[in-house]
């Protein structure tokens, strides 16, 4: 009696070919039709709140998914710029001579001033491109 009042009863009609399957299934040792059909609901019902959490924050996901795609194009674009620069710094620059002390020491006093310039706008959170001095500056 007390598995009754936990329990509901339900009357339902299934097609011939899977009532025929539940028949075949229920008849192994230790299952029984009621248990599979929790089993069954219960995953049908679980599939359906994925679905509805998914629907929920699908479009904060795909807004998410483009930010990271236009990162990720910026990115590419910055990279390939500082290569080709690089390259081409070095395909024009002539090499210091070994004995060349004082255009050694220009080149690292540069080389500083642009690190130091680097970290001053990193710390500072501006950029160089994009920004309205730069616009202004550019006219």
């Known amino acids: 009696m007390e598995r009754a009042k936990n329990q509901v009863r339900y009357q339902l009609f299934l097609p011939r070919p899977l009532s025929d399957r539940l028949e075949a299934l229920a008849s192994k040792p230790g299952a029984s039709k009621s248990a ?3 089993d069954a609901v219960t995953a049908w019902l679980n599939r359906r709140g994925t679905s509805d959490l998914e629907d929920r924050f699908a479009i904060r996901l795909d807004r998410l998914t483009h930010a990271i795609s236009r990162i990720d ?10 290569a080709l620069f690089i390259r081409f710094e070095l395909a024009i620059q002539t090499p210091l001579a070994e004995n060349d002390a004082a255009g050694r020491a220009l080149g690292a006093k ?5 690190v130091t310039q680097v ?6 959170g501006r950029r160089t491109l994009g920004t309205a001095e730069t616009d202004e500056v550019a006219r």
């Not at 194009?73 to 500082?82: A, K, Y």
């Not at 540069?110 to 642009?114: S, V, Y």
């Not at 970290?119 to 500072?124: D, L, S």
């Open 36 to 38: 599979i059909l929790a």
């Open 73 to 82: 194009r910026d990115s590419f674009v910055i990279l390939e710029t500082l």
């Open 110 to 114: 540069r080389f500083e001033a642009f």
């Open 119 to 124: 970290g001053r706008q990193v710390a500072t």
